[in-house]
């Protein structure tokens, strides 16, 4: 019988698909009859999020801790980072596995200071994108990408959840020099049960900022509203410090009668309030809601950005460019001939097949113990 290990996942924001693929793993986990804890800032995260953290808070041995951890790298690091040393000391976890850029640098570099202290724990790191997302051309893209070849030194495991991750991480980075595993994001059984068609036309749900592309939606919107004509209904379901600027946006293009904004709130009770999901990303690893959209049965329309289209297929009808020209003229598609354009999307058998939690956490815990085998005996 597979050792009982004491688990401690290592992350800055609790929000996104972060959150929701530790959330995930920390069940699982938990099933399979291991010790997890939780380690994440303190600072970020809503209402929302604090349900979400209940839900899951009684199943943890190891319980969940919140430090503050500032997003981009500065002097504020030094203390943040020995708070955090001191929680993960205390919890003694066989397996440190960090996800995102940041928890990524503490877990690594915090599993080796224990290492020092001749206690012997697995450092594991999945990038999410984190650092990634940078273009290498930039004296700030060189910089990341020279501290991620230089942690590589303190990493057991690389876990990347997409092949596009992989293949930025060889390309910006350099060929990885440690073991790593491929390991696709997966979904609950549960999930994949069909969620109807809502009021509005279109939903976009996710993080209120330019990198997740709410302002392509919106301009998208005011387009196929000047080429149709019959009214357009559109959801935006999220939060984030540019919310704001959306709200104005949607103002500006004489949207505020078409458009609803709404604070965040589980996926799929989100699917419910429209008939298609629009995920006008600029950039992505593996983004969870496409995976939930497909598996609740709705037809979306998503950017053909990183692990995207290794979810829907390189040549799928509903791939488009980063661009408001483009979703616009898809939503005209949608709206046009729903059902043919419904019959599009990939079945949910093949889905369940290649994302399902018990398959990501399976993989996930192979290269747990591989990573310990070689220490351990």
């Known amino acids: 019988m597979p050792r009982k290990l004491r688990i401690v996942h290592c992350f800055r924001s609790p929000v996104g698909g972060i959150f929701?693929?530790?959330?995930?793993?920390?069940?699982?986990?938990?099933?399979?009859?291991?010790?997890?804890?939780?380690?994440?800032?303190?600072?970020?995260?809503?209402?929302?999020?604090?349900?979400l953290f209940e839900a899951i808070r009684p199943m943890l041995a190891l319980g969940i801790k919140r430090t503050s951890m500032q997003r981009h790298v500065g002097p504020g690091d030094i203390a943040d980072g020995w708070r955090t040393y001191k929680i993960i000391k205390e919890l003694r976890p066989d397996v440190l596995h960090g996800h995102g850029a940041k928890g990524g640098v503490y877990a690594r570099a915090f599993g080796s200071l224990l290492r020092v202290s001749r206690y012997c724990v697995a450092r594991l790191y999945s990038p999410h994108g984190g650092s990634l997302h940078?273009?290498?051309?930039?004296?700030?893209?060189?910089?990341?990408?020279?501290?991620?070849?230089?942690?590589?030194?303190?990493?057991?495991?690389?876990?990347?959840?997409?092949?596009?991750?992989?293949?930025?991480?060889?390309?910006?980075?350099?060929?990885p020099r440690v073991p790593n595993s491929l390991v696709y994001n997966g979904l609950r059984d549960e999930e994949f049960e069909p969620v109807p068609a809502g009021g509005a036309d279109f939903l976009y749900i996710g993080m209120m900022r330019d990198l997740k592309g709410p302002d392509l939606f919106i301009d998208a919107l005011g387009r196929l509203r000047q080429n149709l004509d019959r009214?357009?209904?559109?959801?935006?379901?999220?939060?984030?410090?540019d919310l704001p600027r959306y709200r104005a946006q949607v103002e500006r293009l004489g949207l505020a009668d078409d458009v609803r904004f709404m604070p965040p709130m589980p996926a799929r009770q989100a699917f419910a309030l429209a008939g298609c999901v629009v995920v006008p990303s600029r950039a992505e690893?593996?983004?969870?809601?496409?995976?939930?959209?497909?598996?609740?049965?709705?037809?979306?329309?998503?950017?053909?950005v990183g692990g995207i289209p290794e979810i829907l297929g390189a040549n799928s009808p509903a791939l488009v460019m980063p661009s408001a020209e483009e979703i616009s003229k898809k939503m005209r598609l949608v709206l046009e001939r729903p059902d043919t354009y419904a019959k599009l999307m990939p079945g949910a058998v093949d889905l369940k097949s290649r994302f399902g939690v018990a398959v990501m956490a399976s993989d996930v815990e192979k290269a747990y113990f591989s990573a310990l085998l070689p220490r351990r005996g």
């Not at 699982?28 to 809503?46: F, L």
């Not at 009214?231 to 410090?241: Q, R």
């Not at 983004?287 to 049965?297: D, F, K, N, R, S």
């Open 285 to 304: 690893a593996m983004p969870y809601i496409v995976l939930e959209a497909l598996a609740a049965g709705k037809p979306i329309i998503a950017t053909a």
């Open 134 to 175: 940078y273009d290498e051309r930039t004296v700030t893209g060189k910089l990341f990408f020279g501290l991620e070849r230089l942690m590589e030194r303190f990493t057991d495991h690389l876990l990347f959840v997409s092949d596009y991750e992989r293949r930025t991480f060889i390309r910006k980075v350099g060929a």
């Open 20 to 51: 929701r693929h530790v959330r995930d793993l920390t069940e699982a986990q938990v099933a399979a009859g291991h010790q997890v804890g939780i380690i994440c800032d303190s600072t970020t995260g809503g209402e929302h999020e604090e349900r």
């Open 231 to 241: 009214k357009v209904t559109a959801v935006m379901v999220g939060d984030g410090e």
